[in-house]
């Protein structure tokens, strides 16, 4: 796959009557397999963001096939698969706006996205707080609760520290792109950037602070470890955010 470049990508679609015929593949595809409808983008016209468009393809055409489900250290619950293309007929009704608009209508839609992952880490890393809590409160070592060490007091305030700046940075970001604000762009980026880093660290050290209970499939806290670690991957990598920040930053 383009991964990261994505006006890269080479899946293409050429007219023919009523048609496009699509060929071509697509990795990583959360919900590949089980999605009914596909929201593809691939390449009409020359190389460039100017030769991407969008197309509605649905599951059942033929020449639409899926590769083996991935096996992924987290985000189970949700099957990826490789989309495939062979041939496959897609009406030119299935449009999505005009060709060309492709690449713009993709990357509209990153900034909802990159909030919603940024969302998600944030609830992970509140939800490994409240473990750690209960935790550090019921699990003694050398006679006390570990909940007396002040070294673990002080690494809880930090982890609470970073959450709600993380929770305000995701909070401002929305407010900025639901008002279409010409920073919006930024924060969003802003907004994945810290929020993923930070809750994946917070999730981190809650599962250290879990000793090796943590570790164990039988505690939740090893699960947000496990699943928030992508966040810092999908949605545009956490270097690409970087990218577009100081872009941003540097330009006006």
Request: hydrophobic fraction near 40%; charge should be positive; charged fraction near 20%.
């Amino acid at each position: 796959g383009s991964g990261s470049d994505a006006a890269s990508l080479i899946t293409t679609a050429k007219r023919d009557g009523d048609c496009y015929i699509l060929n071509g593949s697509k990795a990583f595809i959360s919900g590949g397999g089980e999605t009914d409808l596909y929201v593809l983008m691939c390449r009409t016209g020359n190389t460039g963001p100017k030769g991407i468009s969008c197309l509605l393809v649905e599951k059942g055409t033929p020449g639409l096939s899926f590769g083996k489900k991935e096996k992924k250290v987290g985000w189970n619950s949700q099957p990826t698969r490789a989309v495939i293309f062979e041939d496959c007929a897609v009406p030119v009704s299935n449009l999505i706006g005009k060709e060309g608009d492709g690449f713009s209508i993709a990357m509209n839609g990153l900034n909802g996205g990159r909030i919603n992952i940024a969302s998600c880490s944030v609830g992970a890393a509140y939800a490994s707080i409240l473990l750690t809590q209960d935790h550090l409160k019921v699990r003694k070592q050398f006679g006390k609760p570990l909940a007396n060490s002040q070294y673990l007091q002080f690494k809880l305030a930090e982890m609470a520290t970073g959450l709600v700046a993380a929770r305000l940075m995701v909070r401002n970001a929305a407010a900025a792109l639901q008002e279409g604000r010409q920073d919006a762009v930024t924060l969003c980026a802003m907004a994945k950037l810290f929020a993923t880093d930070e809750c994946f660290t917070i999730c981190n050290q809650a599962l250290q602070m879990h000793g090796g209970y943590g570790y164990l499939k039988d505690y939740a806290v090893q699960q947000f470890v496990r699943d928030t670690r992508v966040h810092q991957i999908l949605e545009g990598t956490n270097e690409v955010m970087r990218m577009l920040i100081s872009k941003n930053l540097l330009n006006d």
